[in-house]
């Protein structure tokens, strides 16, 4: 089925160690977006890209690195987790920019923990 | 930069009764409003969108939206809820020209349907 596909869908970390959290749509989308989610903050953007090779950051963009090598996939890479990073991380893409075609369509999430 | 604003947090209810989720926001430019919805465990599905023309848009699920200018208001209104609908709900804007293009989330509006 077309969509985002995130994975894994679960993680639980020790502070310091890296890892990366992937994120494919099969829509041919060329914006893409990381927001995290936490009790009472609602999303905050990380960071996002407009095509194939362009990201920039968001809100909340230290502590994660991203990039862009073909429209399909825009992993997110944590170098160092450490507990402040503990959230649900989404993945979303959309054909126009501001999202004024059908909105972003968001993948089902990956819950990090760091402990 | 824009900005949303969720005035409840929380938002109870009984089975069959109206209810109205409110969003404010703020911006410098034209924008693009959402709502989206997220159920238990899963990501954001879009509900509707204002875009541009007439102020009253409806979405799936029964929702409607009314878009006030001079508010800078776009509150979420359904007359009949269903159990179902307990979930989360996000308000969003991005900017349809200039400023962030890229979707502000409030911070979530939780409604809960009592039968």
């Known amino acids: 089925n077309a969509g985002v596909t995130q994975t894994p869908k679960f993680q639980v970390l020790k502070t310091g160690q890296s890892m990366t959290l992937q994120c494919a749509q099969d829509m041919n989308h060329e914006y893409m977006s990381w927001y995290r989610q936490d009790p009472g903050m609602g999303l905050r953007l990380i960071h996002y890209s407009v095509g194939a090779g362009i990201t920039d950051q968001g809100e909340v963009p230290n502590g994660y690195n991203v990039s862009r090598s073909t429209t399909e996939d825009f992993p997110l890479r944590l170098l160092s987790a450490a507990p402040s990073q503990t959230s649900v991380y989404f993945c979303?893409?959309?054909?126009?920019?501001?999202?004024?075609?059908?909105?972003?369509?968001f993948g089902s999430g990956t819950r990090l923990t760091v402990v | 930069a824009q900005s949303v604003t969720q005035l409840d947090s929380q938002v109870p209810v009984f089975e069959e009764a109206p209810v109205e989720l409110r969003c404010n926001y703020s911006?410098?430019?034209?924008?693009?409003l959402f709502w989206y919805v997220q159920y238990p465990n899963q990501g954001l599905q879009l509900l509707l969108k204002?875009?541009?023309?007439?102020?009253l848009v409806k979405g799936i699920n029964g929702f409607e939206a009314e878009f006030n200018k001079s508010q800078t208001s776009f509150h979420l209104r359904k007359p009949s809820v269903h159990i179902s609908d307990t979930a989360e709900y996000f308000c969003a804007v991005s900017a349809a020209s200039g400023g962030s293009y890229i979707p502000t989330f409030g911070r979530g509006t939780s409604l809960i349907v009592h039968p």
């Open positions: 204002y875009l541009s023309g007439s102020t």
């Open positions: 979303a893409s959309s054909y126009s920019r501001g999202g004024q075609g059908g909105g972003y369509t």
């Open positions: 911006s410098s430019v034209s924008v693009y």
